[in-house]
């Protein structure tokens, strides 16, 4: 039987950051999930995937999968005090690499992620004079991106993207120095309600334009025959994954900062429930505007173009602001949003980082901030601050998100589950600290359902990115950005355990939190 290991040491359980309060948490946990998926990736994955058909199986993958995987990121950051790789070594020495493939994740996702944040703080400006013209799909790739072909890996700067990057990251940087409690918790408690304020306020003004109804129908008429299609309910999940920020390290992170006297079970359906919200609302929002843009076209919702990602915030919604009523003060709510949104989320992700080396190294947060924030900064400028920045981004994201998440939370499972029998255990921590319990039926699915859904996600991309690459991109550049990132991933995860852990997160053969003195850190 394998061991379950991990005593914190004193100084560790006595020093270590805290929330300022349980609300600060649910704030920070929800300002996470909402992102830019929340309000680009989500309509457009409903759009391509039965309308109305795909809420069904979205709240069921919500119910069965989501919430339970967020249930257990929680139960492990709360019970092991750690960020991931300190937490899963103090689970069992064995299993500390995939805590650090877990920040390695992390890392790639926010070095790419804050560029899109950088695009849209550039396109909250552009909204009031509509920059883009009447091409905002040339303007974007052409004059805005300098986007060139996949012939050759630019290091060439884009400097209308490269300096508010900079900035994006400066700011990030400053949040994370200041701590959990007067950074993160700080932003989001701004950020949110502002987040909120603006989108119902763009959601509003979208119900209102012509053709809004048409586009509401196509996002609430279910095509129930889409029902029958696998790939419909892996879409769903694959949704959730990316929208709840489970399985990778940011919600274990988290509440690894959180007091002993916490509701772990109530705040995640708060959580999790809010960010789906979020997203139906982004859904509502999206959809009507659709409408509003088939309606000028003299055609259908469904026979629109650009309706997914990138191109849906960045070409589809400039070509509506143009013809629109009040387009630039639209635009300008839509692209703050994605800021808003966006920033909440890159903070959690930087946190993950520079938590584990906290953790590992000692570093306390100003330091650990400025270093690593310096190296995520540099990366996140010289790849895609560049004319192959779009490319590079693409091609990244795919194979981070197919792989690198999903693999992730795959081997979280079967950690708990095989390596370390531990379902039991974290179950009684979630019900001893939580208002709603968890029953029987949640070790059932972290330990069977969601595993074999999981591997039904991974092994057939895998397979299709091993014999057809990714997209329209040559095979030596999905290999550098591709698999190149994923091999960096690997390496990174197999030598950091080798290094020494620093003492204030000794790990010792046996975990009794009882013996931590938590009143000391919760006064």
Same mark, same amino acid.
């Given at each position: 039987?394998?061991?379950?290991?991990?005593?914190?040491?004193?100084?560790?359980?006595?020093?270590?950051?805290?929330?300022?309060?349980?609300?600060?948490?649910?704030?920070?946990?929800?300002?996470?999930?909402?992102?830019?998926?929340?309000?680009?990736?989500?309509?457009?994955?409903?759009?391509?995937?039965?309308?109305?058909?795909?809420?069904?199986?979205?709240?069921?993958?919500?119910?069965?999968?989501? $919430?339970?995987?967020?249930?257990?990121?929680?139960?492990?950051?709360?019970?092991?005090?750690?960020?991931?790789?300190?937490?899963?070594?103090?689970?069992?020495?064995?299993?500390?690499?995939?805590?650090?493939?877990?920040?390695?994740?992390?890392?790639?996702?926010?070095?790419?992620?804050?560029?899109?944040?950088?695009? #849209?703080?550039?396109?909250?400006?552009?909204?009031?004079?509509?920059?883009?013209?009447?091409?905002?799909?040339?303007?974007?790739?052409?004059?805005?991106?300098?986007?060139?072909?996949?012939?050759?890996?630019?290091?060439?700067?884009?400097?209308?993207?490269?300096?508010?990057?900079?900035?994006?990251?400066?700011?990030?940087?400053?949040?994370?120095?200041?701590?959990?409690?007067?950074?993160?918790?700080?932003?989001?408690?701004?950020?949110?309600?502002?987040?909120?304020? /603006?989108?119902?306020?763009?959601?509003?003004?979208? /119900?209102?334009?012509?053709?809004?109804?048409?586009?509401?129908?196509?996002?609430?008429?279910?095509?129930?025959?889409?029902?029958?299609?696998?790939?419909?309910?892996?879409?769903?999940?694959?949704?959730?994954?990316?929208?709840?920020?489970?399985?990778?390290?940011?919600?274990?992170?988290?509440?690894?900062?959180?007091?002993?006297?916490?509701?772990?079970?109530?705040?995640?359906?708060?959580?999790?429930?809010?960010?789906?919200?979020?997203?139906?609302?982004?859904?509502?929002?999206?959809?009507?505007?659709?409408?509003?843009?088939?309606?000028?076209?003299?055609?259908?919702?469904?026979?629109?173009?650009?309706?997914?990602?990138?191109?849906?915030?960045?070409?589809?919604?400039?070509?509506?602001?143009?013809?629109?009523?009040?387009?630039?003060?639209?635009?300008?709510?839509?692209?703050?949003?994605?800021? $808003?949104?966006?920033?909440?989320?890159?903070?959690? $992700?930087?946190?993950?980082? #520079?938590?584990?080396?906290?953790?590992?190294?000692?570093?306390?947060?100003?330091?650990?901030?400025?270093?690593?924030?310096?190296?995520?900064?540099?990366?996140?400028?010289?790849?895609?601050?560049?004319?192959?920045?779009?490319? #590079?981004?693409?091609?990244?994201?795919?194979?981070?998100?197919?792989?690198?998440?999903?693999?992730?939370?795959?081997?979280?499972?079967?950690?708990?589950?095989?390596?370390?029998?531990? $379902?039991?255990?974290?179950?009684?921590?979630?019900?001893?600290?939580?208002?709603?319990?968890?029953?029987?039926?949640?070790?059932?699915?972290?330990?069977?359902?969601?595993?074999? /859904?999981?591997?039904?996600?991974?092994?057939?991309?895998?397979?299709?990115?091993?014999?057809?690459?990714?997209?329209?991109?040559?095979?030596?550049?999905?290999?550098?950005?591709?698999?190149?990132?994923?091999?960096?991933?690997?390496?990174?995860?197999?030598?950091?355990?080798?290094?020494?852990?620093?003492?204030?997160?000794?790990?010792?053969?046996?975990?009794?939190?009882?013996?931590?003195?938590?009143?000391?850190?919760?006064?």
């Amino acid at each position: 039987m394998s061991e379950m290991v991990s005593k914190p040491a004193a100084s560790d359980q006595t020093s270590r950051q805290s929330w300022g309060t349980q609300y600060g948490f649910l704030i920070a946990a929800i300002g996470s999930a909402i992102g830019l998926g929340n309000i680009w990736r989500f309509p457009g994955v409903a759009y391509q995937n039965g309308g109305g058909a795909f809420i069904v199986p979205y709240l069921i993958a919500l119910l069965a999968i989501g $919430l339970p995987m967020l249930m257990l990121d929680y139960a492990i950051g709360h019970k092991f005090r750690g960020s991931p790789p300190l937490a899963l070594a103090r689970v069992n020495r064995r299993t500390e690499a995939v805590g650090w493939w877990q920040v390695g994740v992390c890392f790639f996702i926010v070095v790419y992620y804050a560029a899109i944040i950088a695009w #849209a703080l550039r396109y909250t400006v552009f909204s009031f004079t509509r920059a883009w013209g009447n091409d905002p799909a040339g303007f974007f790739s052409d004059k805005f991106l300098q986007a060139q072909d996949t012939t050759s890996i630019s290091i060439t700067p884009v400097w209308g993207i490269a300096l508010p990057l900079i900035l994006v990251w400066v700011v990030t940087i400053i949040l994370i120095a200041l701590g959990i409690s007067r950074g993160i918790e700080w932003i989001t408690k701004i950020c949110i309600p502002l987040l909120v304020v /603006l989108f119902i306020a763009m959601v509003i003004k979208a /119900l209102t334009l012509p053709g809004a109804t048409d586009g509401l129908n196509k996002f609430f008429t279910p095509d129930w025959s889409a029902l029958w299609n696998g790939k419909v309910w892996i879409a769903a999940v694959a949704q959730i994954f990316y929208s709840l920020s489970v399985g990778f390290g940011i919600m274990m992170t988290y509440a690894s900062y959180l007091k002993k006297r916490s509701n772990l079970t109530g705040t995640g359906l708060v959580a999790g429930f809010a960010n789906s919200s979020f997203e139906i609302l982004a859904g509502i929002g999206v959809f009507a505007t659709l409408g509003y843009m088939a309606h000028l076209q003299g055609t259908s919702v469904d026979k629109l173009e650009n309706i997914s990602g990138v191109s849906l915030s960045f070409i589809t919604f400039p070509q509506i602001i143009n013809e629109m009523p009040g387009g630039a003060i639209f635009g300008a709510l839509f692209f703050a949003s994605l800021v $808003l949104a966006g920033i909440t989320s890159m903070v959690s $992700l930087v946190q993950v980082v #520079a938590g584990a080396f906290q953790d590992k190294i000692g570093w306390t947060s100003k330091r650990a901030s400025l270093i690593l924030g310096i190296v995520l900064a540099v990366v996140s400028v010289f790849f895609f601050g560049t004319t192959t920045g779009l490319a #590079a981004l693409d091609t990244v994201d795919n194979y981070i998100n197919t792989i690198g998440v999903v693999g992730a939370a795959l081997s979280l499972c079967v950690i708990v589950t095989v390596i370390t029998p531990s $379902l039991r255990t974290l179950r009684i921590h979630l019900n001893v600290t939580s208002a709603v319990k968890a029953g029987k039926w949640w070790e059932g699915l972290i330990g069977f359902v969601i595993p074999v /859904l999981l591997v039904f996600m991974l092994v057939p991309n895998l397979v299709d990115l091993i014999s057809h690459g990714y997209g329209d991109y040559p095979r030596w550049w999905t290999n550098t950005f591709g698999w190149g990132m994923l091999a960096i991933l690997l390496v990174f995860s197999a030598v950091m355990p080798r290094l020494k852990w620093h003492k204030s997160a000794e790990i010792s053969p046996s975990f009794d939190l009882e013996n931590v003195d938590w009143n000391k850190e919760e006064d």
